[in-house]
């Protein structure tokens, strides 16, 4: 079975960076689309950024776009999400999904398989 786990997050002032893991396991995750989305208190849970497993394009929220980079190490069966330059807006917990396909939707309810989630906080 699909199990996606988080790691990285935590406290960082306000220009700073932090990079979040995810370890994909369970199977192969080629032909499967990776993303991250955060949800804040009060707020619902966002796109943030996206990439297929096979690599290629990669898609960013318009907020994040050139602060955040996403991306994967097949040896290691894991997604990364490089965080620079972090506001206190970005503060949220921090999720990893996947979905079988190469479609790369921004939607939560697309996805099939989350994380249990990162919290980053970052402080002004």
């Known amino acids: 079975q699909v199990q996606l786990v988080e790691s990285g997050g935590g406290l960082v002032q306000a220009g700073g960076s932090l990079r979040l893991s995810c370890a994909a396991s369970g199977r192969s995750f080629s032909g499967y689309t990776m993303a991250w989305f955060r949800q804040a208190p009060g707020k619902e849970r966002e796109f943030v950024a996206a990439?297929?497993?096979?690599?290629?394009?990669?898609y960013y929220a318009d907020s994040v776009k050139g602060r955040f980079t996403i991306s994967r190490d097949n040896a290691k069966n894991t997604v990364y999400l490089q965080m620079n330059s972090l506001k206190p807006e970005d503060t949220a917990v921090y999720y990893c999904a996947a979905r079988s396909g190469v479609v790369v939707p921004t939607t939560a309810y697309e996805y099939d398989y989350w994380g249990q989630g990162t919290q980053v906080t970052v402080s002004s």
């Open positions: 990439m297929r497993w096979s690599g290629g394009s990669t």
